[in-house]
């Protein structure tokens, strides 16, 4: 069955810019489509490591972002177009929709650094807007392992200048949950 935005996740989406979608897919399926995804992590773990330890923002046993999976294997492509995908994008942008951007991030445990808060677009604005960023967590997101971070209501400012630091874009400091 694939999902049907309530007008509560609209409202939600409207308000504070998200709202959470739980076990959309099987165990099984995001078992085979982790298996698939880590093996790109390793090859990009291993040439991150081979260019001294940092690629962009990724850094080696710590954080790696792998862009553009889809685009190098026909099942994780396949798994993009799913009709919960189709459902959940065409309910909220309409029927005109696009896969422009799609990466693996991989947190280490135990990192040495924090990811700084930042917004999507500050990384690769999109025009036209609205656009959608679904997140797709191949392990249970705890606060303890690592979870993304959000705030609620920060997308109706638009977007927000960022400064370049050494690990990635800032747009809020520290204390963002205060602001906003």
């Not at 810019?17 to 078992?31: D, R």
């Not at 046993?61 to 798994?79: G, K, Y």
């Not at 459902?87 to 309409?94: K, P």
């Not at 807007?129 to 997101?141: E, V």
């Amino acid at each position: 069955m694939y999902p049907v935005i309530s007008q509560e996740q609209r409202d939600q989406l409207q308000e504070n810019g998200y709202f959470v979608l739980e076990n959309l897919f099987t165990l099984q399926e995001m078992e085979a489509l982790t298996q698939q995804i880590e093996a790109f992590h390793q090859r990009h773990e291993e040439e991150i490591r081979a260019k001294g330890g940092t690629e962009g923002i990724s850094r080696a046993e710590e954080i790696a972002f792998t862009p553009f999976l889809a685009e190098q294997d026909e099942q994780i492509c396949a798994f993009t177009k799913r009709p919960e995908f189709v459902a959940i994008t065409t309910q909220l942008l309409g029927e005109n929709i696009d896969l422009y951007w799609n990466q693996a991030v991989f947190k280490a445990p135990e990192g040495n650094k924090e990811f700084p808060w930042h917004q999507d677009d500050g990384y690769t604005p999109v025009e036209p807007s609205p656009y959608l960023t679904l997140w797709l967590a191949l392990n249970d997101a705890t606060v303890e392992n690592g979870c993304i971070s959000v705030l609620p209501g920060s997308h109706k400012n638009g977007l927000t200048p960022h400064v370049q630091s050494p690990i990635g874009l800032v747009c809020y400091s520290a204390d963002a949950p205060n602001q906003g």
